[in-house]
T-cell receptor, first 115, second 112 residues
Framework: DGGITQSPKYLFRKEGQNVTLSCEQNLNHDAMYWYRQDPGQGLRLIYY???????QKGDIAEGYSVSREKKESFPLTVTSAQKNPTAFYLC??????????????FGQGTRLTVV | DQQVKQNSPSLSVQEGRISILNCDYTNSMFDYFLWYKKYPAEGPTFLIS?????DKNEDGRFTVFLNKSAKHLSLHIVPSQPGDSAVYFC???????????FGKGTRLSVIA
């Protein structure tokens, strides 16, 4: 089945530790995105990538880093510089960047809790 | 500065009645609008979309209306069912497959 897989579903880390969230898609989509959801805040864009080996900062990129070495994979690292890392993280992908009227497909999310 | 606004955090509707969820936007460059449905601890699922060249799009019980002059769109669900209870996000993007910009969501509760 085609889709987006985020792992793990739940993640606990101690304050001050970096942690990497996995996102893999087998939809052959060019573009991939990371969003963060906090209560009452909706979905806010962290980073996005429209093509392999290229990515851009979103609205709240501080304290995060990404890589896009393969088309299928877009891991997100939450660094110790991120002041409020506890949140629900969502990865998404969409088809070719030349087609504008397409929806984004989301993974099931990773709930990160930093203690 | 919020470009996509959903001013009602919550909405309660009786089963069988119409649910109307509203969304306003400020960026006149937006030309594609979407609605997503989200259950707790799950990713959003795409529901319905509309291009700026249309003013209405219908899919089964779901209809989205777009009023470009007012920069307003709405999602109508008729008839509402208990399984429709979820958070609904309005999203928009300019042309060129740039990232979606989301509103803060409206929690719909359909009461049996």
């Amino acid at each position: 089945d085609g889709g987006i897989t985020q792992s793990p579903k739940y993640l606990f880390r101690k304050e001050g530790q970096n942690v990497t969230l996995s996102c893999e898609q087998n939809l052959n989509h060019d573009a991939m995105y990371w969003y963060r959801q906090d209560p009452g805040q909706g979905l806010r864009l962290i980073y996005y990538s429209q093509i392999v080996n290229d990515f851009q900062k979103g609205d709240i990129a501080e304290g995060y880093s990404v890589s896009r070495e393969k088309k299928e994979s877009f891991p997100l690292t939450v660094t110790s510089a991120q002041k409020n890392p506890t949140a629900f993280y969502l990865c998404a992908s969409s088809i070719s960047r030349s087609l504008s009227n397409t929806e984004a497909f989301f993974g099931q999310g990773t709930r990160l809790t930093v203690v | 500065d919020q470009q996509v606004k959903q001013n009602s955090p919550s909405l309660s509707v009786q089963e069988g009645r119409i649910s109307i969820l509203n969304c306003d936007y400020t960026n006149s460059m937006f030309d594609y609008f979407l609605w997503y449905k989200k259950y707790p601890a799950e990713g959003p699922t795409f529901l319905i979309s509309i291009s700026s060249i249309k003013d209405k799009n219908e899919d089964g019980r779901f209809t989205v209306f777009l009023n470009k002059s007012a920069k307003h769109l709405s999602l109508h669900i008729v008839p509402s069912q208990p399984g429709d209870s979820a958070v609904y996000f309005c999203a928009a993007r300019p042309s060129g497959n740039t990232p979606l910009v989301f509103g803060k969501g409206t929690r719909l509760s359909v009461i049996a």
